[in-house]
C-alpha cells in the first residue's frame, strides 16, 4: 500500500515510518520538513498536499497541536489551538482526503487516552481528544463500506516524557504504540478508538 | 439554591424550569426572550449576563447549536458551528462562570447520546457532544473541591421528535429528561456524563 504519514518527523511518527516502510510504500509528510508539508490547520494547504502526492491507499496522521495547562490559566484561544489544529486539522484530513483516497482506503487519525482518562492540566486536551473519538466513531458509518477511519489513543510516550524530564517508566514506547496504528492500517476495522495499551503486550 | 437556566425557553429548558422551581429559585435566561438574554457563543454577552443576574448557586445549560446533515454535505463551517457555539459557549460558561458562583456551586451542561451512540449525519454533532464529555470529565478534577460540574447527555427528547414529524415513541418526555438535571444540581456527583435512560425508569 502507498501510505502518507502526516507528522512524519514526530515522535510517534518517526517510528509510524519505520514500523509501516517494511511492507508499505511511506509518503512522509512534515510540518516544515520531509518531501512533502502540511499544515493541517489551513484546508488550503490539506488541498495542495492531496493535489500534489499521487494516489494512495491509506492516510496516518499523528500530528496536530493543543494546549496542556491549568484549568484557571488556560485561555479561550488556549482550547481554540487544540479545536482547529489537533481536531479539526483531522477532520478536514478526512473530509478532504475522502474525495482523494483509493476506494477500500483508510484513515488512522491520533487521539490521546485523556480523552478518557484525564488529569489536572488536560481539560482543552481532553476536549480535543474526546471530540475526535466522537468523530470517528461517527464518520464511520457514512465513510463504510468504501472508506475506513480509526483513531489511535496512545498513553504517554517513553519517548516524549524523557524529553520533557518526566519520570518515564510507566510510558510506552513509541515503536510499539506505532503497532497499533500498523494494526488500523493493515485490518478490517472501522469506528474504533484503539488503545496501544489493550491491543500490545509490553 | 437560585439557579440560572440558559436555554429556558427550549424543550428541555422549559421542563428544567418547572422541574426545578418546585424547590429553587429559577432564573430564567433564553436567547431573546425572558427575563435575561445571552448568546453563549459571544464572551461578551456571557460576562454581561453573569454581571447583571446576581449571586447564584448553579448555572443549568440547556442551549447550545450544533449541525446535523450527510458527512458529505457539512462544510467546515457546519463543524464550527458547534465547536463555537454548543462546545466553546458552553466551556466559556464554565470558564468564566467560575469566578461568579458561589462556593459548592456546581454546573450542569448539555451533551446527548450521539456523543457514544453515532448515527448516520451526527458527525459533527457527535463530535461536539463526544468534546464536551472529555471537558466536564477533565475540568472537573481542577474546579474540585469548591464547585462540581457534570453533563446531562440526553437521548432523544419525545417532545422534539413529534415537532420534527418522527415517530416519538421511543422518545423520553421532556419531564423525565430534566430529573437528570435536578439530580446533576441537588447530588453530590462531579465530572459525570449522566445519561437519563439510565438514571430513570420510564
Known amino acids: 500500500m502507498r501510505v502518507i504519514v502526516i507528522g512524519a518527523t514526530g515522535t510517534i511518527g518517526q517510528a509510524l515510518v519505520k514500523t509501516l516502510s517494511v511492507h508499505h510504500d511511506v509518503v512522509k509528510v512534515g ?4 518531501g512533502f508539508h502540511v499544515d493541517i490547520a489551513s484546508v488550503d494547504s490539506i488541498k495542495t498536499l492531496y493535489d ?13 497541536l493543543a494546549k496542556f495547562g491549568r484549568f484557571e490559566e488556560l485561555k479561550e484561544a488556549d482550547y481554540l489551538l487544540g479545536l482547529t489544529n489537533k481536531l ?13 483516497l483509493k476506494d477500500k482506503g483508510c484513515f488512522t487519525l491520533t487521539s490521546g487516552i485523556l480523552s478518557q482518562e484525564p488529569m489536572k492540566g488536560s481539560a482543552s486536551i481532553s476536549m480535543v481528544n474526546a ?60 469506528g474504533q478508538i484503539l488503545d496501544p495499551r489493550s491491543l500490545i503486550k509490553n
Open 31 to 34: 510540518h516544515k520538513d520531509g
Open 52 to 64: 500534489s502526492v499521487g494516489s494512495f491507499d491509506a492516510v496516518v496522521c499523528a500530528a496536530g
Open 88 to 100: 479539526m486539522g483531522q477532520v478536514n484530513l478526512v473530509r478532504i482526503g475522502r474525495q482523494y
Open 131 to 190: 471530540g475526535l473519538d466522537g468523530f470517528v466513531r461517527a464518520a464511520a458509518l457514512e465513510l463504510a463500506p468504501h472508506l475506513r477511519i480509526n483513531a489511535v489513543s496512545p498513553p504517554w510516550v517513553k519517548e516524549t516524557m524523557e524529553a520533557m524530564g518526566m519520570e518515564s517508566s510507566s510510558g510506552m514506547p513509541a515503536e510499539k504504540v506505532a503497532l497499533a496504528y500498523l494494526n488500523a492500517v493493515e485490518g478490517t476495522r472501522t
